[in-house]
T-cell receptor, first 114, second 114 residues
Framework: NAGVTQTPKFQVLKTGQSMTLQCAQDMNHEYMSWYRQDPGMGLRLIHYSVGAGITDQGEVPNGYNVSRSTTEDFPLRLLSAAPSQTSVYFC?????????????FGPGTRLTVT | DQQVKQNSPSLSVQEGRISILNCDYTNSMFDYFLWYKKYPAEGPTFLISISSIKDKNEDGRFTVFLNKSAKHLSLHIVPSQPGDSAVYFCAASGASSNTGKLIFGQGTTLQVKP
């Protein structure tokens, strides 16, 4: 199993540009989520999904869109990038079962917005 | 409002000694706690967890202690090894949140000196 994969690894955008961060998992996990990591802030939840067709907002959803058309994929879209979105983005997945909390993380995408 | 706090940004210990990483939380509805380890340029990896019905969980060199009355948990690493040098995040989740969202602390950077 490849686990959780993310592309690209690095990306530089200009303010106002749009892009999609890709995330895929091959573990048949129902639950997928996106986090951003900023210095001194830890990992903050952006959006999550408990299954295909179901998404919801996390702690910091503004400026980001998600959709979940398949179990495997959970892309994160930045519609109009801002310098405040410069961060490292992590995708994670886990089984959606009562009492199951351990999430598996991808390697991350480092995004710089100039 | 930071619901999960790691007040020590960094910790340095000598190889072979004990490392103690601390974490405080404010939400009494949290009932499951996890520790993640993160190396540079990699995603976080799960280390150890504890349910609120327990006060201690041990896995090899790693032990997590939970003090519910103080809303405090700690991770003990004995003996510490240079390979343990990484950023450690604590995370919490609540059963009342049936989506199982994880709330992370800011992280503590551990340096183990040979």
């Amino acid at each position: 199993n490849a686990g959780v994969t993310q592309t690209p690894k690095f990306q530089v955008l200009k303010t106002g540009q749009s892009m999609t961060l890709q995330c895929a998992q091959d573990m048949n996990h129902e639950y997928m989520s996106w986090y951003r990591q900023d210095p001194g802030m830890g990992l903050r939840l952006i959006h999550y999904s408990v299954g295909a067709g179901i998404t919801d907002q996390g702690e910091v959803p503004n400026g980001y869109n998600v959709s979940r058309s398949t179990t495997e994929d959970f892309p994160l879209r930045l519609l109009s990038a801002a310098p405040s979105q410069t961060s490292v983005y992590f995708c994670a997945s886990r089984l959606y079962r009562v009492g199951t909390y351990e999430q598996y993380f991808g390697p991350g995408t480092r995004l710089t917005v100039t | 409002d930071q619901q999960v706090k790691q007040n020590s940004p960094s910790l340095s210990v000598q190889e072979g000694r004990i490392s103690i990483l601390n974490c405080d939380y404010t939400n009494s509805m949290f009932d499951y706690f996890l520790w993640y380890k993160k190396y540079p340029a990699e995603g976080p990896t799960f280390l150890i967890s504890i349910s609120s019905i327990k006060d201690k969980n041990e896995d090899g060199r790693f032990t997590v202690f939970l003090n519910k009355s103080a809303k405090h948990l700690s991770l003990h690493i004995v003996p510490s090894q240079p390979g343990d040098s990484a950023v450690y995040f604590c995370a919490a989740s609540g059963a009342s949140s049936n989506t199982g969202k994880l709330i992370f602390g800011q992280g503590t950077t551990l340096q183990v000196k040979p």
